[in-house]
């Protein structure tokens, strides 16, 4: 079978188990889902982390990457809850130019 990513479950079970014990209750609900989706995984990581100084949420912000799957998911979460791309861009850390890129990249798709 090809891999499709990390396996976040594991990668957070194990993060759980060797380092932050005492948080395992509040995320099993979300860990013994089948599969993690985008919007388990980012509240999973503010669970277990909480808020980070906003020199490490830059850093991190740089390096994020998002699959398909994952873009058509803000974008619907965006017109479900007729947010505007400023509004958007706030509530998942993101630039305004990335949600005005993949609204007209991805406008053929039904949501």
């Not at 999973?44 to 808020?51: E, K, Y």
Request: hydrophobic share 40%.
């Amino acid at each position: 079978m090809k891999n499709l990513g990390p396996d976040y479950k594991k990668i957070y079970t194990d993060i759980l188990h060797l380092k932050y014990p005492h948080k395992w209750e509040m995320c099993q609900l979300l860990l013994n889902k089948k599969q993690l989706s985008f919007f388990d995984i980012i509240k999973i990581n503010a669970l277990i982390f909480g808020s980070v100084s906003k020199e490490a949420s830059v850093f991190n912000q740089k390096h994020r990457s998002y699959s398909k799957e994952a873009i058509i998911k803000i974008l619907e979460y965006q017109e479900k809850n007729q947010l505007n791309n400023t509004q958007v861009a706030l509530h998942f850390k993101l630039s305004r130019n990335s949600i005005a890129k993949w609204k007209k990249n991805f406008k053929d798709i039904n949501m």
